[in-house]
């Protein structure tokens, strides 16, 4: 008897523990070197970093890489954000409960859920139909009902669900797009990547105040471009 326990100890212990791994200590170490360390200090911010799983966003073969202090690939020639510029993004909106967020871009799905852990509802736009698709499963499967996932060109926003609290766009647009201008709400935020596809982009913050719209330039930065469909 006391074979057949140990023995089922040794086999189902690192079954065990491998399924308790859930990458907190990792996720912790991630928030502090990579993020706080750099100047992040929203505490709703901090708090979603550690909480969502960035390894269930990133491809099975990539789990060992998903807390790595860079972008990675997600396939489709497109990335997953550097935990850093997924953070700053956050912070730079000014996430709070209550708000409405639109994202374009949705490819892994990882920004998506930050954004989701504070606040009420996220509207994400993904242009790759299999992108999208996945993404939605992974978000479905980790219970993120607060996410709307759309396959389509972000370049139009998402009329039906406008004015949008704060916008975050994570690919390069060559200038900002006119519909997502107007779908943000007065004393909304927008955070976007602009500049040529290939070279480094700018991250632009966008404020509008009413019909006043402000922009300020927050840093360099290399994004995917921002593709259109055909029209
Ligand atoms: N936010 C993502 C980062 C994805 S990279 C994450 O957390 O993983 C940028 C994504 O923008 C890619 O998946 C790309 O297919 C998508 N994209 C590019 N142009 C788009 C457009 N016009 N509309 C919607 N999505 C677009």
Redesign the pocket.
């Known amino acids: 008897m006391r074979t057949i326990t140990i023995l089922a100890c040794f086999f189902f212990l690192p079954a065990v523990i491998s399924a308790q791994n859930d990458y907190q200590n990792e996720r912790n170490r991630m928030v502090e070197r990579q993020i706080a360390n750099r100047g992040i200090s929203d505490e709703a911010t901090l708090d979603a970093m550690r909480t969502v799983r960035r390894h269930l966003?990133v491809p099975p073969q990539r789990t060992s890489q998903a807390y790595d202090d860079s972008?990675l690939p997600?396939g489709?020639?497109?990335?997953?954000?550097q935990p850093y510029i997924?953070a700053l993004m956050t912070e730079l909106v000014e996430p709070k409960p209550g708000m409405r967020v639109l994202?374009?871009?949705?490819?892994?799905?990882?920004?998506?859920?930050?954004l989701a852990e504070i606040v009420d509802t996220v509207y994400?736009?993904?242009?790759?139909e299999s992108?999208?698709m996945t993404?939605a499963g992974v978000l479905e499967e980790n219970e993120y009902t607060n996410v709307l996932v759309k396959i389509?060109?972000?370049?139009h926003g998402w009329e039906e669900y406008a004015p949008f609290d704060a916008i975050?766009?994570?690919?390069a647009?060559e200038h900002i797009p006119p519909p997502l201008i107007q779908q943000l709400a007065s004393g909304g935020r927008m955070i976007i990547p602009v500049g040529s596809p290939y070279f480094t982009q700018n991250l632009m913050l966008v404020e509008k105040d009413g019909e006043r719209v402000r922009t300020r330039n927050v840093l360099p930065v290399r994004?995917?471009?921002?593709?259109?469909?055909e029209e």
């Open positions: 966003f972008p997600i489709y020639g497109q990335t997953i954000s997924v994202e374009i871009g949705t490819g892994s799905g990882y920004q998506a859920a930050v994400t736009i993904e242009i790759v992108l999208g993404a389509a060109d972000g370049y975050v766009v994570t690919a647009a994004f995917v471009p921002f593709t259109r469909a």
